[in-house]
C-alpha cells in the first residue's frame, strides 16, 4: 500500500497523540507540530505510510527526549488484557472452532491503538468475539494451509493486544505447530517490544524474536538476521495490524503464505482491502 494525500494528516494525529501521551503542554504541542511540518512535505510520496509515520515520529521523540512516551500505558493495557486471558481461554474452550474463535480474540485486540484511535473502545471489541464475524474472513484457505504447515510466524503489533495474540498462539501450539512471535527491536508508538513480551509471559510459551528496529511496519531492509530468518522459514505468516499490512500487501517477498488479521481503522485502508471502515479482516495477502 502505497501513501496518498490522505496519509499526512495521520501523521500529524498520531504525533499529537504522542505529544498528548508524553504530558507535554498544549501550547508546546502546537510549537512541535510546527516544527515537523516541514519533514512532512519532505517524505516520499511512493513509500509506505507506516515509514512515513516513523519518521515524523521518531523527529518528536528527539524533540521531547522521550524515548518511550507510551511506556507507562503499554504497562497498563498489558495488564487489563492479562485480567481478560482467562475469559479468552475460556471463549475458545466453550467454541465449535477453537482455531476460529481465537483469530476472532486477536482481530479484538488490534482495536488497542493509541496513535491513530486514542479513543478506541475496548469493551465494544470484547462483545464482537462472540457477537461478530470476519467481514472478510479467508479461514478456510488459512485453516487448509496450516493443516499442511509445520512452522508459523506471528508479527504482532500492539502492546495489550499481545495478550489476545497469546491466545492464538496456545492454539496453534496445540494443534502441533511451531510458533514465532516478533515484536519491535525498538519502542514506537504502543507496538510491542521484547519487554511487553516478557512482561505478559509470551517468551515463556514460544519463542520470540524482535525485527532489530523500531520502525513501523515490516521493512526487510533493515530487519535482524533472526527476523529474516524466521519469516523465510515460516509455512505461514499471520500478520496484525495496519502498519504491518500496509508494508506487505502486494509484496511478493510475503507472497501467498501471508495472511492479515487486523481492523480497517483507516478508510484508506478500508478501500484497498474493499472492506468498510472499522471492519474486521482476515485476509491472505494476493502478490
Given at each position: 500500500m502505497r501513501v496518498e494525500a490522505?496519509?499526512?494528516?495521520?501523521?500529524?494525529?498520531?504525533?499529537?497523540?504522542?505529544?498528548?501521551?508524553?504530558?507535554?503542554p498544549d501550547k508546546?504541542?502546537?510549537?512541535?507540530?510546527?516544527?515537523?511540518?516541514?519533514?512532512?512535505?519532505?517524505?516520499?510520496?511512493d513509500g509506505?505510510?507506516?515509514?512515513?509515520?516513523?519518521i515524523v515520529l521518531k523527529k518528536i521523540y528527539d524533540m521531547i527526549g522521550i524515548v518511550d512516551p507510551y511506556k507507562k500505558a503499554k504497562i497498563q493495557w498489558n495488564d487489563y488484557a492479562l485480567g481478560q486471558y482467562g475469559l479468552f481461554c475460556k471463549l475458545v474452550e466453550e467454541s465449535d472452532d477453537r482455531l476460529h474463535k481465537a483469530f476472532k480474540i486477536a482481530v479484538a485486540g488490534n482495536i488497542i491503538d493509541m496513535g491513530i484511535t486514542p479513543d478506541f473502545d475496548v469493551a465494544l471489541a470484547m462483545n464482537e468475539i462472540t457477537d461478530r464475524e470476519f467481514d472478510l474472513d479467508d479461514y478456510n484457505e488459512l485453516k487448509s494451509m496450516l493443516e499442511e504447515s509445520k512452522n508459523v510466524m506471528i508479527i504482532g503489533d500492539n502492546s495489550g493486544e499481545i495478550v489476545f495474540d497469546m491466545v492464538l498462539v496456545e492454539e496453534l501450539k496445540r494443534l502441533g505447530l511451531n510458533v514465532i512471535y516478533s515484536v519491535k527491536g525498538g519502542p514506537m508508538l504502543n507496538d510491542s517490544t521484547m519487554e511487553d513480551a516478557i512482561q505478559v509471559g509470551l517468551t515463556s510459551i514460544c519463542e520470540v524474536v524482535d525485527t532489530g528496529n523500531d520502525l513501523l511496519g515490516v521493512v526487510f531492509e533493515k530487519s535482524s538476521p533472526k527476523f529474516m530468518e524466521a519469516f523465510q522459514k515460516a509455512d505461514v505468516i499471520i500478520s496484525k495490524g495496519q502498519a504491518n499490512f500496509e508494508s506487505l500487501e502486494g509484496d511478493k517477498r510475503a507472497g501467498d503464505k501471508t495472511f492479515f488479521v487486523l481492523r480497517a481503522k483507516c478508510?484508506?485502508?478500508?478501500?484497498?482491502l474493499g472492506v468498510n471502515f472499522g471492519d474486521i479482516v482476515l485476509k491472505r495477502n494476493r502478490s
Open positions: 490522505d496519509c499526512i494528516p495521520c501523521y500529524l494525529k498520531q504525533g499529537i497523540s504522542t505529544l498528548r501521551i508524553a504530558g507535554i508546546e504541542i502546537s510549537k512541535t507540530i510546527n516544527n515537523v511540518l516541514g519533514i512532512i512535505s519532505e517524505l516520499s510520496l509506505v505510510p507506516g515509514y512515513n509515520s516513523t478508510p484508506l485502508v478500508a478501500k484497498c
